[in-house]
């Protein structure tokens, strides 16, 4: 079995509708993908009305968290939609994605960078707006040659000249309320050190304690030194370990199905979750 555990679609920043990103999955020769698009679940019907015969959909979403000043991705699975704390979490972050993203734009033109606000809106489209659409404007515009490069100290990385804080949520809370809605959680590429600060292992260890299941192992953003230190850590803690593409289209070069996780591990999480189901296809309908 073939299984990403981390993706991307329109409905936040990735590139590929919902629809056409599990037709690429299949294409791509997955078995497993799970959709998990930034703070938001408003792409999974979309994906399981498409979803091809063969492939399996894990329905999840990546919370946006903060603790002691360092922002954190965590990976949320199988839990329910519907529940009504996580829900309200979730719609906190989204409603504070426009002032938020409005600000930065304004941070950028500051700076005499000539973006404007239909711009990033029209990349945006109807996706969940954020930091990667002004990325991508600045690309448009020449400022920075991809968006990797848009996410330094002189642009939008973490306490850069044009960042502004959103909601967040603390991650002992997020994993708290994850798991009354019956899913399983995973922090997304920990130690991602090209990205900005990094929890130190200390904090990992209190997520773990706090009933954390799991840490993204495989990555692009992790290089085999720094897979080998979470193996060992993941040992130590207890928690599981997972690989995946975080697939966001041609927004990034990553590629669907570029990490894998161990069918075992899967299974594993299948196992703990208690508010949704794997869904697998029935074959939805061509392209």
């Not at 954390?212 to 803690?237: F, N, S, W």
């Amino acid at each position: 079995m073939r299984i990403d555990l981390h993706t991307h679609s329109t409905a936040s920043d990735g590139t590929d509708s919902p629809a056409e990103l599990v037709r690429n999955a299949a294409a791509a020769g997955l078995d497993v993908v799970a959709l998990t698009d930034h703070d938001t679940t408003r792409g999974h019907a979309e994906a399981i009305a498409a979803l091809p015969e063969g492939l399996t959909l894990v329905a999840g979403a990546e919370l946006s968290c903060r603790v002691d000043g360092i922002g954190l991705h965590m990976l949320a699975y199988l839990f329910d939609p519907a529940e009504p704390a996580l829900l309200a979490e979730r719609e906190l972050v989204r409603d504070d994605r426009v002032p938020r993203a409005r600000a930065m734009v304004g941070k950028l033109q500051e700076l005499g960078v000539p973006v404007t606000w239909e711009q990033v809106a029209r990349i945006a489209g109807d996706g969940s707006l954020g930091r990667p659409h002004i990325a991508e404007a600045l690309v448009e515009l020449g400022v920075v040659p991809d968006v990797s490069g848009a996410f330094t100290p002189e642009w939008l990385a973490d306490g850069g000249r044009a960042y502004v804080e959103k909601h967040e949520l603390d991650p002992v809370d997020a994993i708290r309320l994850v798991k009354a809605a019956g899913g399983v959680t995973v922090f997304a590429h920990p130690l991602a050190v090209k990205r900005g600060q990094v929890l130190p292992e200390a904090s990992i260890a209190r997520l773990a304690e706090a009933g954390l299941d799991g840490i993204e192992v495989d990555h692009m953003d992790h290089d085999e030194a720094t897979r080998a230190r979470l193996r060992g850590l993941a040992k130590e803690l207890g928690l599981l370990t997972t690989g995946s593409s975080d697939y966001h289209g041609s927004r990034k070069t990553c590629r669907l199905g570029e990490y894998t996780t161990d069918p075992e591990i899967y299974g594993e999480i299948t196992r703990r979750a208690a508010g949704a189901f794997p869904v697998p296809g029935a074959g939805g309908p061509a392209a």
